[in-house]
């Protein structure tokens, strides 16, 4: 029975369930993509050089086939891929982080001391801490 809980248990933690989700998106994007690649980009690529598909594409050395077209799609599909993933993920995700860093303004009301760089009252003429002359803002 213990082995059973261990096991629930795992299955239930944060991390696996995480992972289990992000990679059913994975498929789901790489499906999307996929898709976006057969359907849209080659019929392009086909429209311009002839051919539909590359998988076709093959050569023969001593009886040994080689499918270079499959690698072609394999190829188009990876960088296409990474593409829609950098545009679609990392590009927002990045703009998202860049925002929540950023400082807050500077309040108008204080400024520095600049002897002891103490925060004084923007309107103050001594420093409460060094007592220094401040002078203008």
């Known amino acids: 029975m213990k082995i059973m809980n261990d096991f629930k ?18 498929l789901a994007v ?23 598909d590359f998988s076709a594409l093959t050569f023969e050395i001593n009886k040994s ?32 982080i860049a925002l929540s860093r950023k400082e807050p303004p500077a309040d108008p009301t204080t400024r520095k001391c600049p002897e002891c760089l103490s925060e004084i009252p923007a309107d103050a003429r001594r420093c409460a801490f060094c007592a220094s002359e401040v002078r203008g803002k």
């Open 30 to 52: 790489f499906a999307v993509v996929t898709a976006l690649i057969q359907d849209m980009i080659t019929p392009i690529i086909a429209a311009m050089f002839g051919k539909p």
């Open 9 to 26: 248990q795992f299955l239930l933690r944060g991390n696996f369930v995480d992972t289990a989700v992000a990679l059913v998106m994975a």
């Open 65 to 96: 086939m080689f499918r270079y077209g499959a690698f072609i799609n394999a190829l188009i599909t990876f960088f296409l891929t990474a593409a829609a993933m950098f545009f679609f993920v990392v590009v927002p995700m990045n703009t998202l």
